[in-house]
T-cell receptor, first 112, second 112 residues
Framework: DAGVIQSPRHEVTEMGQEVTLRCKPI?????LFWYRQTMMRGLELLIY????????DSGMPEDRFSAKMPNASFSTLKIQPSEPRDSAVYFC??????????FGPGTRLTVL | KQEVTQIPAALSVPEGENLVLNCSFT??????LQWFRQDPGKGLTSLLL?????REQTSGRLNASLDKSSGRSTLYIAASQPGDSATYLC???????????FGTGTRLKVLA
């Protein structure tokens, strides 16, 4: 298996623009997690899905953030409009039955 | 609310030393605990997953122990090597949830 795949690996955008981050989980995994990592706050859980259904989005910072999982092999995290304080590394992780988590390489987002 | 602490924040040791990294958590009702390694600019690599019913798990030179009653886990690295240099994070899943709470990590440097 190729592991968790994320795209793009790097994204530079201007304030106010829409940003879409993509994730392909490991085949057969039924849980998908979106995290954000910053120097100040460390690794924070934003939202997680079980069988494509959002279970807990309490970590999503604002209404500007939204996430979808239209099928078992694809998820998106969208920020609209983006702000400089959204600059961070965004990770997607997947697991089977919420057991051992496997992380993707991350997307480094810079909002100017 | 579960809180996870890792001390020290940074550690520098000479090659060949055996070392212990610490992870403390406030709510002892955990489901499992996972140790990760993160290299600079990279994603997280799973090292060991230890279930609440287990006392320890081993993989090669790594050994993780769990003491739920005291709210502690330790990661033991034997015969450290420069290639072990990375940030080590622990993540705790509390019983009744599917969310993992991460510690802030210990940045390890092994000197040749």
């Amino acid at each position: 298996d190729a592991g968790v795949i994320q795209s793009p690996r790097h994204e530079v955008t201007e304030m106010g623009q829409e940003v879409t981050l993509r994730c392909k989980p490991i085949s057969g995994h039924d849980y998908l997690f979106w995290y954000r990592q910053t120097m100040m706050r460390g690794l924070e859980l934003l939202i997680y899905f079980n069988n494509n259904v959002p279970i807990d989005d309490s970590g999503m910072p604002e209404d500007r953030f939204s996430a979808k999982m239209p099928n078992a092999s694809f998820s998106t995290l969208k920020i609209q409009p983006s702000e400089p304080r959204d600059s961070a590394v965004y990770f997607c992780a997947s697991s089977f039955d919420a057991g051992e988590q496997f992380f993707g390489p991350g997307t480094r987002l810079t909002v100017l | 609310k579960q809180e996870v602490t890792q001390i020290p924040a940074a550690l520098s040791v000479p090659e060949g030393e055996n070392l212990v990294l610490n992870c403390s958590f406030t709510d002892s009702a955990i489901y499992n605990l996972q140790w990760f390694r993160q290299d600079p600019g990279k994603g997280l690599t799973s090292l060991l997953l230890i279930q609440s019913s287990q006392r320890e798990q081993t993989s090669g030179r790594l050994n993780a122990s769990l003491d739920k009653s005291s709210g502690r886990s330790t990661l033991y690295i034997a015969a450290s090597q420069p290639g072990d240099s990375a940030t080590y994070l622990c993540a705790v899943r509390t019983s009744g949830t599917y969310k993992y709470i991460f510690g802030t990590g210990t940045r390890l440097k092994v000197l040749a």
